[in-house]
């Protein structure tokens, strides 16, 4: 018969036993515990930062819906004429409403329209403290060469009839630090060239308030 010392051998030889798999099972569930943990952590990180993401376009869109509704109300007597738009923070003016075909002088009534826009514009860049950049665009058709013809073709055409847009303004109080012009030729059209309807409106002027460079700090 067993003895008792021989239960007790056995009992302490099965326990032995069954000890390695309890901490084997152990060390896996705190190994299966670390990894929920570290997926829960990126994800939670992840949804952080699309919240973040998320909260930052509408406050994007939000100041351009607002900067855009300032610009209209700003403009709202030259917008009322019909002569001018207003699309995406950018002021449009028909270039037939400025110069003649292939010219950069202004039309006199393009003169009076520049000076209607000048106060309202001003009032606009100073509260944001930013600058307007003077825009001329062409349609694609090729100039025509002969002794009348002063440009060399359609972007130099755009670059003085911006100069003259700038420069008018300047004349009628816009400080010169707070206009600059450029020039796209016949880049970036709005409509078709295939046809006149499209042409004219790709000939045109725009104007469009800029944040300022930020001034470069001196060398320490």
Partial sequence: ?????????????????????????????????????????????????????????????????????????????????????????????????????????????????????????????RERDEMLMVSGFTDNTTLLRGSQQRFADNLELSAQRALTVARALIDEGMPSSQVFAAAFGAEQPVASNADEKGRAQNRRVEMAPVPKASSAKPAQ
């Fill in 1 to 125: 018969m067993m003895g008792l010392d021989d239960t007790i051998d056995t009992l302490d030889d099965g326990a032995e036993q069954t000890a390695p798999v309890w901490a084997v099972f152990g060390d896996l569930m705190a190994g299966l515990l670390g990894a929920f943990v570290l997926i829960l952590v990126g994800v939670l990180v992840v949804q952080i930062d699309l919240v973040a993401s998320l909260k930052h376009e509408v406050e994007k869109r939000q100041h351009e819906e607002q900067r855009r509704m300032a610009l209209e109300k700003a403009l709202a007597g030259p917008l009322a004429s019909g002569r001018v738009t207003v699309n995406d923070g950018r002021i449009g003016i028909s270039g037939s409403v400025l110069f003649a075909a292939g010219s950069d002088e202004l039309r006199p009534e393009g003169r009076q329209l520049l000076r209607t826009l000048v106060q309202p514009l001003l009032v606009y860049l």
